[in-house]
């Protein structure tokens, strides 16, 4: 057996999780490889330090542990005024976005031109000059451009 694959299965060794047969192989490893022993050594020193650490818990921790995980109450008025500030957020965002680019249809045209003209007012890199930059890309490949 590989020095890598004994050194994995160490751990399960000393715990005695092993089967019979890898038991044996292990052990016989163990016998001809320095390396794997020194690992096994500092492996039985770590078990038995953390065996003498004392198992305790402070006082009164599990009744602060409870206190801090469970809900606090919520009324029904907090979700209520949630509520209607999201729904006073959205008809404020909605009055202002509109002033902000005010409606002014056009003259004559298609839909799709009154669409287009829509988006000329919005911010470079919004979602409208996208769709003006794309809607003249097509353009100009229909006209040979």
Known sequence: MAGDGVREKLSAWLDGELSTAER???AAHLEVCEEC??????LQRLDAA????EAAAPPRLAARVLERVQPRRRYW?????LAASLILGI????????DFYP??????GTGEDLALEEFHDFPQGSLG???????ADQTDEINGS
């Open 129 to 135: 000059a996208v769709m003006v930059s794309y809607q």
């Open 24 to 26: 044996g192989e292990v």
């Open 77 to 81: 008025w907090q979700s209520l005024a």
């Open 103 to 108: 409606y002014h249809p056009a003259a004559s």
């Open 37 to 42: 022993r020194r690992e096994l050594d500092q």
């Open 91 to 98: 008809v404020l965002g909605g009055t202002l976005a509109r």
């Open 50 to 53: 953390l065996g003498s650490l």
